[in-house]
């Protein structure tokens, strides 16, 4: 019970790596709210946390617009009184378009929900932070936040984007008591990942694809007590394939 009493708000909590963390917070004690723009998948996961008297809601809100943020921090409020932990995994994919293929409103609307949602969660709650002289902020990177390949190139600008915010979010507050850190994993099993040609799988030391529960697991540590002199981090968890890059 490693988050006991803890309240985590899970933005991108209802599918993929969101939803295993949310899952695997709840399991060591945490109260979750679960975010994003699926409803019935939110009340499916919350239904299920619920059904193992965990404590839970679900708020649906697109990350890369304020007042929703906000919204989400105050119903998080609201219904537990305190934040904790705030966990940034929202994030779209490109289709491995370059710079010359990817249209302009393409090209915004990745980087309103992977590189604006992040700046917008943390900025709603740093200041409840701030007040209690502690919290914690994981955000989501991936192989594209330290190589190019990874995906096209809003993607993988994007990516580079967030683990410098991630690095200045240690720099700017981790002497006032807030962790941020910042997860990289790499070829996952997710929504995000189907489709993707099995011949990837060669270039992976690992040879095969990570497991969502394997990178919640990693976010269970960086949220607890246990990873405390941990600032500013990036943790690569990508079955060794950046190795070879």
Known sequence: ???????????????????????????????????????????????????????????????????????????????????????????????????????????????????????????AVIPHFLKKGKGVIINVGSQSTHVAGAGGSAYVTSKHAVEGFTKQLAYDFGRKGIKANLIAPGFIESPMTEGIEDERLNDIPAQRAGKPEEIAALAVFLASDDSNYMHGATVTMDGGWTTGR
């Open 1 to 123: 019970m490693k988050l006991k009493d803890r309240v985590a708000i899970i933005f991108g909590g209802t599918s993929g790596l969101g939803e295993a963390t949310a899952k695997a917070y709840a399991n060591e004690g945490a109260k979750v709210v679960v975010v994003g723009r699926g409803e019935s998948k939110g009340n499916r996961i919350i239904n299920e946390l619920r059904g193992k008297s965990q404590e839970s809601i679900f708020v649906k809100a697109d990350v890369s617009k304020a007042q929703e943020v906000q919204t989400v921090v105050d119903k998080a409020l609201e219904e537990f009184g305190q934040i904790d932990i705030l966990y940034n995994g929202a994030g779209i994919h490109d289709a491995y378009k370059t710079a010359a293929e990817v249209e302009e409103d393409e090209y915004e609307k990745l980087m309103d929900i992977n590189v604006k949602g992040p700046y917008l969660a943390s900025k």
